[in-house]
């Protein structure tokens, strides 16, 4: 029931772009992205509630697409402020089901 | 601060013991969720509350047991501790009408069973 997410890790220079993906064996109805520090308590960056929806952050945004039951985000011209584990979640029922979770580290 | 307010910062306890964890949610949020987070793990859903009411229910021990308020704080409790209870723990909390928010987190209770 647990999204999984994929890659696990990415590895990046800054200025560089990188894509998480977030795949369920349920139907979403939405989903969220989260970043982590660590330590720190998970951020809201966004939420998809339909197909075909696209949403963008600064440089930062996510697709979903329903039939696949899929999520993708889209990291453009990565930042040292972008490093962190992204979470996608997912609600099938009312509650938030977080998925397996992509460690990003940027460096200079 | 991000409105969710989460005592204590930090807990150090002994195995078999009990502690109560507490949230209070932002300002409006009727609902309120609880995640456990070990050590470089992913969040795992424990339970949610809704404006006083149990909503859902996750992975959660029965000798974990929570609730929520009145006045919408809800407190977490977890007895007969061991050792593998050590973990963050998150409370967050959502406007659920319209449902078109996200979650805000309080910057959680980090737990230690010694």
């Known amino acids: 029931q647990q999204p999984v997410q994929s890659p696990q890790a990415v590895i990046l220079r800054e200025g560089e772009d990188a894509v998480i993906n977030c795949s369920s064996s349920?139907?979403?109805?939405?989903v969220h992205w989260y970043r982590q520090k660590h330590g720190e308590a998970p951020v809201f960056l966004m939420i998809l509630l339909k197909g075909g929806e696209q949403k963008g952050h600064d440089k930062i945004s996510a697709s979903f697409n329903e039939k696949k039951q899929q999520s993708s985000l889209y990291l453009t011209a990565s930042q040292l402020s972008y490093s962190g584990t992204y979470f996608c979640g997912t609600e099938p029922t009312d509650k938030l089901i977080f998925g397996t979770g992509t460690r990003l580290q940027v460096f200079p | 601060d991000s409105g969710v307010t989460q005592t204590p910062k930090h807990l150090i306890t002994a195995t078999g013991q009990r502690v109560t964890l507490r949230c209070s949610p932002r300002?409006?949020?009727?609902?309120v969720y609880w995640y456990q987070q070990s050590l470089d793990q992913g969040l795992q859903f424990l339970i949610q509350y809704y404006n006083g009411e149990e909503r859902a229910k996750g992975n959660i021990l029965e000798r974990f047991s929570a609730q929520q308020f009145p006045d919408l704080h809800s407190e977490l409790n977890l007895s007969s501790l061991e050792l593998g209870d050590s973990a963050l723990y998150f409370c967050?909390?959502?406007?659920?009408?319209?449902?078109?928010?996200?979650?805000?987190f309080g910057s959680g209770t980090r737990l230690t069973v010694v």
């Open positions: 967050a909390s959502s406007a659920r009408d319209p449902p078109n928010y996200g979650y805000t």
């Open positions: 300002s409006g949020d009727l609902s």
């Open positions: 349920k139907a979403l109805y939405s």
